[in-house]
């Protein structure tokens, strides 16, 4: 069964850092392009990072670059999004996202909270 379970979401200071993690099963991760979306209350879904199969490249959007890092560990079968520097912006869902198929694969979601 194709699976992706996200973990490492909690409540940060403005200025801290957090680690999620996104665990693949039932598939190998780096075979396809992996992304980090987000999604703020009343927002609507959007792309954070990407890192491509066999992690050829990665890619983020405007707002995170340079605070932001995705990356994969093939041992463990799991991608990764360091966070750095912090906002309160930053608050939202981080879910992770494997491109399999037609639709693809969503993870459940990891609640992520930035405020003081």
């Known amino acids: 069964q194709v699976q992706l379970v996200e973990s490492g979401g909690g409540l940060v200071q403005p200025g801290g850092s957090l680690r999620l993690s996104c665990a693949a099963s039932?598939?190998?991760?780096?075979?396809?392009?992996m992304s980090w979306y987000r999604q703020a209350p009343g927002k609507e879904r959007e792309l954070v990072a990407v890192?491509?199969?066999?992690?050829?490249?990665?890619n983020y959007a405007d707002s995170v670059k340079g605070r932001f890092t995705i990356s994969g560990d093939n041992a463990k079968n799991t991608m990764y999004l360091e966070m750095s520097s912090l906002k309160p912006e930053d608050t939202a869902v981080y879910y992770c996202f494997a491109g399999i198929g037609v639709r693809g694969v969503w993870g459940q979601g990891t609640q992520v909270t930035v405020s003081s």
């Open positions: 039932g598939f190998t991760f780096s075979y396809y392009a």
């Open positions: 890192l491509t199969s066999a992690g050829g490249s990665r």
